[in-house]
Structure formats: structure tokens, C-alpha cells
């Protein structure tokens, strides 16, 4: 999936991309974003931004991967939001004359219940 959003365009805080959602597969793959935003929730409630390294992928699991291991791997709650950090990329890419494009590249594998 090849998702974008003009940031020029979806700038308020709070503008939600993807909201708050866990995945139906059976694991996530993200690449790393040109801008911040992607949020995950912690078991007790906590709310953190990702920070991807570069080079490096995040892994997510998804309900099929729980359901395989009885709940004992939960799937992961997750969210892209419009914040603080995503305007200060914003207005230093525009300052360099980058692409305001919020662009992601997410792989959803999925396996067969029978």
C-alpha cells in the first residue's frame, strides 16, 4: 500500500491521516516516512510517536498473528496524525525545497486460516 498526504494541504495539529486502528493481517511492515507522525499505543494506554532509524523497518503485528498465538502477541494499535514534529519538517523542507508529500510505503503480509 502506497499511501501520500500534501502536507502543504492536511497541516492542523491534529489532522489524523490513519486513525486509531490495529491491522487485520498478519504482520505490518512500514518503511521509514519522509515526515513524522505514526503513532502506537502502548498495553497500558500510553500513546508514543515512532521514530524509525534509517535503514532500519518497523514490524507490526496484526489480529491474525494474535489469534495464531492465543493472544499471547497482541496486535498493535496504531494512528497518523499532523503534529508539532511534522510542521517543523514541513517548514524546513519547504525552506530547502523539498516535497511536502507525507509519503509511506506499508507491506501487509497475510496468511491462510484454514
Do not use: M
Not at 489480529?63 to 517543523?88: C, M, N, P, S, W
Request: charged share 25%.
Amino acid at each position: 500500500v502506497y499511501k501520500r498526504q500534501d502536507l502543504a494541504k492536511y497541516n492542523q495539529i491534529g489532522d489524523i491521516f490513519a486513525g486509531f486502528h490495529y491491522d487485520l493481517n498478519f504482520i505490518t511492515i512500514h518503511g521509514k516516512s519522509r515526515y513524522p507522525g505514526l503513532y502506537v499505543w502502548l498495553r497500558d494506554g500510553t500513546k508514543i510517536p515512532v521514530r524509525v532509524p534509517d535503514g532500519c523497518l518497523l514490524l507490526q503485528s496484526g489480529k491474525q498473528l494474535e489469534y495464531l498465538t492465543g493472544g499471547y502477541i497482541e496486535a498493535g494499535f496504531h494512528e497518523v496524525a499532523f503534529d508539532d514534529a511534522a510542521r517543523a519538517a514541513v517548514e524546513k523542507a519547504k525552506k530547502e525545497g523539498r516535497s511536502t508529500w507525507r509519503i509511506s510505503s506499508t507491506l501487509f503480509s497475510s496468511c491462510l486460516l484454514y
